[in-house]
């Protein structure tokens, strides 16, 4: 059975913002091929490391090697077995900034998932997550509204993919793989809400994420009412993330 290396991709950049009294909008882009919107993927090479293997196809795809990988799951279910292959999903996270040189088969569409809803390109696909019982434990299962099974199997991937970055945003620093060289505090703090669909408190954000932030003389030429102040990340070994 041929194993595939799979992974969605996912794309911080800007939208100006409408209200020139306001700094631009966050949103999420996702990089998939023009030929059939399907998510980068890469055939196993058994004398070389997953890993090595993925980044590198990667890279000739976006012409950087700064973005950060990480391997999530392994698609198992037999529903799935699309070409006799199981797919190995991993997670991919960058700025736009660091798109360098764009492959021509590839292309960067909107993304988003909010309130059940994933929005992929010009359209939107509901899905929900159901319990199914299975050897007296409890499995849960992501079912989506298409009837295509190639698009529900790429949407299902980015799904879990995003599941899984949603919950390490608390215990981990991947946050940050997001923002450019430099940052804002508010920048990052948009960036943890849109992911959780939720708002937070400021000042406690703030406290939360402050001792991995190390400012930088230089002020924010952001839109707003005035500068902020601009941070790099600082790395913490041995320290216990939030």
Not at 75 to 104: C, F, P, Q, T, W
């Amino acid at each position: 059975m041929k194993i595939n290396l799979v992974c969605p991709i996912i794309i911080l950049d800007n939208v100006s913002n409408p209200d020139i009294r306001k700094n631009d909008v966050k949103i999420f882009k996702l990089l998939v091929n023009k030929r059939d919107n399907g998510l980068v993927s890469v055939g196993l090479n058994e004398n070389k490391s997953i890993k090595n293997t993925l980044r590198n196809h990667i890279k000739n795809i976006i012409g950087s090697d700064k973005f950060h990988l990480e391997q999530v799951y392994t698609l198992g279910e037999e529903r799935y077995y699309i070409d006799s292959s199981i797919d190995i999903i991993h997670l991919a996270v960058m700025n736009a900034e660091e798109v360098k040189k764009l492959d021509v088969d590839y292309v960067l569409i909107d993304f988003s998932i909010n309130n059940n809803v994933i929005t992929f390109g010009n359209k939107k696909y509901s899905f929900r997550t159901v319990e199914e019982i299975s050897n007296n434990n409890i499995e849960y299962f992501h079912r989506i509204d298409v009837d295509d099974l190639y698009l529900e199997k790429c949407l299902l991937e980015i799904l879990i993919a995003y599941k899984h970055l949603k919950m390490k945003l608390d215990f981990s620093d991947i946050i940050f793989k997001f923002m450019g060289n430099t940052f804002t505090l508010e920048e990052v703090r948009n960036v943890y809400e849109l992911i959780k669909s939720t708002s937070v408190d400021k000042s406690n954000f703030r406290k939360r994420i402050i001792k991995y932030c190390e400012e930088v003389s230089v002020e924010s030429v952001k839109r707003g009412y005035r500068p902020s102040k601009v941070y790099k990340f600082k790395a913490m070994e041995g320290d216990v993330w939030l």
